[in-house]
């Protein structure tokens, strides 16, 4: 549906309810009214067929509050058919008919999209009204923002838990060092645009409207280069080769994106630069994984040593600390050295969960076979019976 439908087609009238309806009396008109009319209750009929997409238009519209809000706001400012074309004559205060095709780029299928091109009713009007009253929303003035700049920097993996500062070379467009930005050629400056005076903006009328847009000589700049920088050629900025210094926070994660405000492409013409975007790869590291703000360590102990514990001497990020392995420790056990981990914004630290990961040889000596066999004797067996149960099922 196009926006000149939601002035001319009255959506109350389609589903039957007032215009004070509540959302739940709009959902009941809607799914009686939808039921009565379906094409497949009434196979054949055309007629049927019309108001069944009359009152799925008008609850597309009405059902959903922003929408509602904004068809409601638009017919209050334009009235039930008062800007459609011949609503004026030529001979009545006014001037010339109006059609509301004109405003809005031409009806039908090819009419604006009923969103206003995302910006919504309120932003459609304070953008192509603007001037009428004096006090409308005016489209931004000046040189254009610069874009943003992406880059990509790898990190080691202890730089990337405990920060780091690093240099960032970078080639991409700068600001010109000759004329610093403004695109004038040394001595000389910009002077204000003879066809807008400087505003940036021109202003044509159509009736009893008054348009804005962008002034097309200094492409809304508000001034024009008369000398253009021989350096830049008048855009203000160059490719060129820079360093920049970054700051890598502490505990910063593979795949975060790090903006750094204005550092990115210089505007045209001294305009505001745009903002360069750090994507951060981490280069994984040969003993510690991470999990949010807790490293993680695998460490191997042997048969003994989880039967009769063991004190576990293990390394951190910065040092070493020394973990009691109790006697009895399962494999896949996990121990905790508190505060081992990655230091949070506020100070305090993850930990550094260690994951006990039980070895077993693959061959053993005699004197090993025959005291794991004597071991064994004198031990009770695995707790198996619930699965030897099921296994006696098949026996």
């Known amino acids: 549906m196009s926006s000149k439908d939601w002035i001319e087609k009255d959506y109350y009238a389609a589903l039957g309810v007032d215009k004070s309806a509540s959302s739940d009396d709009i959902k009941k008109s809607y799914r009686k009214l939808a039921r009565e009319s379906h094409p497949d209750h009434n196979p054949g009929d055309t007629g049927a067929e019309e ?31 008062a800007f ?77 838990v405990r920060g780091v500062t690093l240099p960032l070379t970078l080639r991409a467009p700068g600001v010109c060092d000759t004329c610093h930005g403004n695109g004038a050629k040394p001595g000389t400056q910009p002077v204000s645009c003879p066809v807008c005076h400087g505003a940036g903006v021109t202003t044509r009328n159509q009736g009893s409207f008054s348009f804005s847009e962008p002034c097309r000589n200094c492409q809304g700049v508000g ?82 040593e989880a039967v009769l514990g063991t004190d576990l001497r293990v390394p951190t990020l910065d040092g070493t600390v020394t973990l009691r392995v109790p006697p009895g420790t399962p494999a896949g056990r996990v121990l905790r050295a508190r505060g081992k981990g990655v230091v949070r914004k506020d100070g305090r630290a993850g930990d550094l969960l260690v994951t006990l990961d039980v070895v077993v040889p693959a061959t053993v000596s005699d004197e090993a076979r025959a005291a794991l066999e004597t071991f064994a004797a004198q031990t009770p067996p695995a707790a198996r019976e619930h699965l030897e149960a099921r296994v006696r099922r098949f026996s």
């Open 51 to 81: 108001r069944f997409k009359t009152v799925s238009e008008a609850y597309a519209v009405l059902g959903d509050e922003k929408k509602r809000r904004e068809y409601d706001e638009m017919r209050s400012l334009f009235g039930s058919g």
């Open 84 to 160: 459609r074309r011949g609503a004026r004559g030529a001979g009545q205060p006014g001037g010339a008919p109006f059609d509301v095709s004109d405003l809005f780029g031409g009806g039908g299928a090819g009419g604006a999209d009923n969103r206003f091109g995302g910006g919504g009713f309120t932003d459609l009007f304070s953008t192509i009204f603007s001037g009428g009253g004096g006090g409308g929303a005016a489209r931004p003035r000046g040189p254009a923002r610069g874009r943003d700049v992406e880059a990509e920097v790898a990190l080691d993996f202890s730089d990337a």
């Open 223 to 304: 001034t024009i280069v008369e000398e253009k920088c021989p350096e830049c050629h008048g855009t203000g900025g160059v490719t060129k080769t820079r360093t920049l210094t970054v700051r890598f926070p502490a505990g910063v994660a593979d795949g975060q994106r790090i903006r750094l405000a204005g550092r990115g492409e210089p505007g045209e013409r001294g305009g505001p630069a745009g903002d360069l975007f750090v994507h951060v790869k981490v280069r994984p590291d040969e003993l510690f994984g991470r999990t949010g703000d807790d490293l993680t360590l695998n460490v191997p102990i042997t048969y003994a």
